[in-house]
């Protein structure tokens, strides 16, 4: 059974870091595109999750350009682990962070509706 954990949300000040971390079961990272995607509240639909960024095989990455030169997706391999480093947040960055995977010949895409299997999610929440 495949299965995502997210881990590392919380709360913080405008200009503050987050690391969060995506823990698989039941998939080797070598075969899926991988991605982390916020929904805002008020949203609910899985096409309502924004792209923040994604990660292929290859180590070829893709962000959102409001995240770009802040946010730093990353894989450990050895660990199994999909991370997400954010630095100098913005109250904009809150909400509820989601990782997400799919087949790797699928391509790398930070639209929603391209992934298969979603994590349960961690909240992020960013005071001015």
């Known amino acids: 059974q495949v299965q995502l954990v997210e881990s590392g949300g919380g709360s913080v000040q405008a200009g503050g870091s987050l690391t969060l971390s995506c823990t698989a079961s039941?998939?080797?990272?070598?075969?899926?595109?991988m991605g982390w995607f916020r929904q805002r509240p008020g949203t609910e639909r899985v096409k309502e999750r924004a792209?923040?960024?994604?990660?292929?095989?290859?180590?070829?990455?893709k962000y959102a350009n409001s995240v770009k030169g802040r946010f730093t997706i990353s894989l450990d391999n050895g660990r199994n682990t999909l991370n997400l480093q954010m630095n100098e947040l913005k109250p904009e960055d809150t909400g509820l962070y989601y990782c997400?995977?799919?087949?790797?010949?699928?391509?790398?895409?930070?639209?929603?509706?391209?992934?298969?299997?979603w994590g349960q999610g961690t909240q992020v929440t960013v005071s001015s």
């Open positions: 792209g923040v960024a994604g990660i292929d095989p290859d180590g070829t990455t």
């Open positions: 997400a995977a799919t087949p790797r010949d699928l391509g790398l895409s930070l639209q929603a509706p391209w992934y298969n299997i």
């Open positions: 039941g998939l080797t990272y070598s075969n899926y595109v």
